[in-house]
């Protein structure tokens, strides 16, 4: 498994140059978590590093935060919140009007998909081309109330933000088909950079026949070493035979539903079946 690890390394280091390979390397390590946050805490506190500008007005119901901190330390996830219906509409209408991309496309316009298929091409999971565009996006990712829990959480202000809006297509698609479109159905933990939490509200109703989210509570804290030193990617006999089909967690809900999460864990999404899913993904770093 060590020689995974080492190989992974090598290919990141090819595609991404050793700056963006460090992440890879050590931001899997939780000891290298902490001292990343315990420094980044200390260059805030002494006005060298910026944190993220909360915005104005909460639009995320339903976080509590003290339970949402406890999830977050014992289980990777917060309880669900929640975004309003008239939220999740501005939102979906944005993102329904506006442009698209996918793995080997040029830009397109969801009209165009047919069949899971834009000319022929398999589009199995597509990206929103430029999701900061639209206000309510921006409105999401800056929630106050997200933010100081991030605080608390991360151990310090998050310094960037990216968000994503995803659609994934309910249609017949081969295992190396959804592979190629880099559409996570397999049991795996990011390792994107030092530190990291991730924000997720589905702006369509989901359930596991849909796309559902599914990970393993708690499993940001235990992963055997074995794997820790390996491909961040685990088959799901491999998965819930370490740590048992009672810590599997499938996250479904309305449009509107949403989630926090230490994404360090073993996860994965399902893949869309009967209903094609759309989710915004704001990733804290």
């Known amino acids: 498994m060590q020689l995974g690890f080492v190989g992974n390394v090598v290919r990141s280091m090819k595609k991404r140059g ?19 946050s315990r420094t980044l805490a200390l260059a805030q506190g002494l006005g060298a590093v910026p944190g993220l500008a909360r915005g104005a ?14 999830g977050l330390v014992r289980d990777s996830v917060t309880p669900t919140v929640g975004l ?25 316009h969801l009209e165009e998909v047919v ?34 829990l991030l605080e608390r959480y991360m151990g310090y202000r998050p310094i960037g933000v990216r968000s994503r809006v995803l659609y994934s297509w309910a249609a017949s698609y081969t295992r190396a088909e959804r592979d190629f479109a880099g559409q996570t159905v397999a049991y795996h933990f990011d390792v994107q950079s030092y530190n990291f939490v991730y924000a997720n509200y589905y702006l369509t109703d989901t359930d596991e026949r849909s796309g559902a989210h599914v990970m393993i509570d708690g499993s940001h804290r235990d992963k055997p070493v074995a794997w820790l030193l390996g491909s961040a990617r685990q088959s799901d006999e491999a998965v819930r035979a370490q740590y048992g089909a009672a ?3 499938v996250i479904s809900g309305q449009a509107g539903t949403g989630f926090l999460q230490d994404s360090s864990c073993y996860h994965k999404a ?14 804290y770093y």
């Open 18 to 36: 050793l700056a963006g390979s460090l992440p890879y390397a050590l931001g899997r390590f939780s000891v290298v978590r902490r001292n990343y």
């Open 57 to 70: 007005a909460p639009v995320v119901g339903g976080l509590d935060q003290e339970a949402a901190l406890a």
């Open 84 to 108: 309003t219906p008239a939220m999740v509409g501005r939102l979906r209408s944005f993102a329904l009007g506006a442009p698209w991309v996918a793995e080997g496309t040029a830009p397109f």
């Open 115 to 148: 069949g899971g298929r834009l000319g022929g091409h398999p589009v199995v999971i597509a990206d929103l081309l430029d999701p900061d565009a639209c206000p309510e996006v921006r409105q999401v990712a800056t929630d106050p109330g997200v933010l100081a």
């Open 247 to 249: 810590r599997e967690r």
């Open 270 to 283: 399902l893949a869309p079946l009967d209903r094609d899913r759309i989710i915004l993904q704001v990733r």
